[in-house]
């Protein structure tokens, strides 16, 4: 608990954690200054009384939480880590940008030849709100993909999809990271979004809460003969609950052939167990 929560019960309801109080008040407060302490009501709960009130409304004032980070670091009884990044960026593989086409034009002063199949990796970012001017025109469509390894080898794992590849650029979510509002005005520039997640509770929710946000017409995707690929599912559930309410999201998002596979194996099936040379049979 903070301490401005911490100082709001004492004003609102006359009693708090008060060793925690103590804690988290700054160095240069005394606190027999600003309370008086009387009963312990409960183990680690006191009656505190405030004494000067002049002095408990700027400590209280000063504590008000903040949503600017720079302030957040500069307090002493905050952190910058308290408060969410006013900025945020994504790494993209566009299908076509500037800097592809100046080496495709061999303008540069190596002359590199770049094949069509490849793409140049960038990256798109936004600061208070606004996005940074991009070096690509977005496509019609985007893919997104939820893991590390799985997007820098993109070119591996979208083989095991129908997809239309070559109208779509390719981003890294990162996990939950893709729920971030900083990305809409990114992700609301397409038309479409096709969520390439983990294919485990964890994957499908992220992708329900994406779709919630109705930047664009979003899917979640599974890879196809997704059957044949039954032994590959081999990432246990935390729990029989974990399992069910999987399920459940695979008849929400209309995952049909994901969710009578998970029920088969009673498991699921982690994004990078499709990388290694592994092809759609």
């Not at 183990?43 to 408990?56: C, K, L, P, S, T």
């Not at 990796?121 to 001017?133: E, F, I, T, Y």
């Amino acid at each position: 608990m903070s301490l401005y929560k911490l100082l709001l019960s004492v004003e609102q309801k006359g009693e708090v954690n008060f060793d925690r109080l103590i804690k988290f008040l700054p160095k240069d407060h005394a606190w027999s200054d600003i309370f008086k302490v009387s009963a312990q009501i409960s183990q680690g709960r006191h009656a505190v009384e405030i004494i000067d009130y002049a002095r408990f409304a700027k400590l209280r004032n000063d504590a008000m939480p903040t949503d600017i980070r720079s302030e957040a670091a500069r307090r002493e009884n905050m952190s910058s880590h308290d408060v969410a990044c006013n900025s945020a960026y994504m790494l993209c593989y566009p299908v076509t940008s500037e800097f592809e086409l100046t080496i495709k034009n061999n303008k540069t002063p190596t002359g590199i030849a770049h094949p069509p199949y490849e793409r140049a990796l960038l990256n798109v970012a936004s600061v208070a709100g606004v996005p940074q001017k991009p070096l690509f025109t977005p496509a019609s469509s985007a893919i997104l993909i939820e893991n590390q390894d799985c997007f820098f080898r993109w070119s591996e794992l979208v083989q095991h999809f129908t997809l239309p590849i070559r109208e779509c650029d390719i981003y890294f979510a990162g996990g939950k990271r893709i729920l971030n509002p900083s990305f809409a005005p990114f992700l609301s520039r397409y038309d479409e979004l096709f969520c390439l997640f983990d294919y485990d509770y964890e994957g499908l929710k992220i992708a329900k809460d994406l779709i919630t946000k109705d930047y664009a017409r979003t899917y979640y995707v599974s890879p196809t003969l997704l059957s044949e690929k039954r032994h590959l599912f081999t990432f246990e559930p935390k729990s029989t609950s974990s399992l069910l309410a999987a399920v459940s999201l695979c008849e929400a998002l209309e995952q049909g052939e994901l969710l009578d596979t998970m029920r088969k194996a009673r498991a699921f099936m982690e994004q990078e167990a499709l990388l290694d040379g592994l092809k759609p049979s």
